[in-house]
């Protein structure tokens, strides 16, 4: 009755203290130490900021609740969204610069976390896919009227052309009846969309399917983006950080990737996708994540 009872006490410690008692066939009783403690937790709200021969890629802090985090991986795979993931930095901070990327290239990213113990946690289940592309700042177009062979743009060239350059993307017109200026396509066959008032380039990070303008130009707007998708399929922005009686100045991000809308459509997937990197087993998402 002793030993049993005391039997039973050893296995109320264990458990209080996160071990487990387990016997064995014969008549001595092994104890394993197995500790509770699992992988940290996956980190989630993973996305990406295109730029310029970098990508941005941040995601949120995960709840550390065991107190034992220790930093997060960051993997790239750069060609396919379901294998060929490998690291390419460890961090501390929810965010990671990639800079060993080529403008127009796509590229998928993932993070997991790691503990004290080396513990790693599944990847991140946000498919996250980001094309780098050319950008720049403060260039000014001017009125085609009074300075035609500085009114157009264009983006491939990164270049101000003329307004009726064979190559021009955009140009810029000043109608002193309105006291506005406008932006006009080049080509019948470029569209235009003003997406409003925006704090940063960057806040517009893809091209959208519709609402482009039905005439084929846009009054120019003090802080407002406009994107452009170009007549040989090409999609770019344009953010206005100026206006005077001189011309326009405006940021720009132009995608070298054909037909790319940054971000593109995402490529369905079934319900059992399947996240692999080389010489781990692969990860399972979760079943509402597939688009």
Request: negative net charge; contains cysteine; charged residues 20%.
């Amino acid at each position: 009755m002793k030993t049993t009872f005391a039997r039973i006490l050893i296995m109320v410690v264990m458990a209080l203290t996160g071990m487990f008692l387990i016997g064995c066939e014969d008549d001595k009783d092994t104890i394993v130490y197995v500790a509770e403690d699992g992988p940290p937790p996956v980190p989630q709200g993973v996305y990406s900021i295109t730029g310029d021969d970098e990508v941005l890629v941040e995601w949120l802090p995960i709840d550390d609740v065991a107190g034992d985090f220790a930093f997060y991986v960051v993997y790239r795979s750069d060609s396919d969204p379901d294998t060929g993931y490998w690291a390419i930095g460890e961090t501390t901070n929810e965010y990671l610069i990639d800079d060993d990327v080529v403008n127009g290239h796509t590229y998928y990213y993932a993070v997991s976390s790691v503990d004290d113990d080396g513990n790693l946690s599944d990847l991140s289940y946000e498919y996250v896919l980001d094309t780098p592309r050319p950008q720049g700042s403060n260039r000014t177009l001017y009125d085609f009227v009074d300075m035609p062979s500085f009114s157009g743009w264009y983006f491939a060239g990164e270049a101000v052309v003329s307004w009726d350059h064979q190559f021009c993307d955009l140009y810029l017109e000043y109608v002193p009846g309105d006291g506005v200026y406008y932006f006009n396509v080049g080509d019948e066959n470029t569209d235009i969309q003003d997406m409003g008032y925006t704090d940063h380039l960057d806040e517009i990070d893809y091209s959208p399917k519709n609402g482009w303008s039905a005439n084929g130009w846009s009054e120019v707007i003090l802080g407002h983006t406009y994107i452009f998708w170009t007549a040989d399929n090409h999609f770019a922005k344009i953010r206005v950080t100026g206006i005077s009686l001189s011309g326009v100045t405006f940021d720009w991000a132009y995608q070298v990737d054909t037909g790319n809308r940054e971000l593109k459509p995402l490529v369905p997937r079934a319900v059992d996708y399947l996240r692999r990197v080389p010489g781990q087993p692969p990860v399972a998402l979760f079943p509402g994540d597939a688009t």
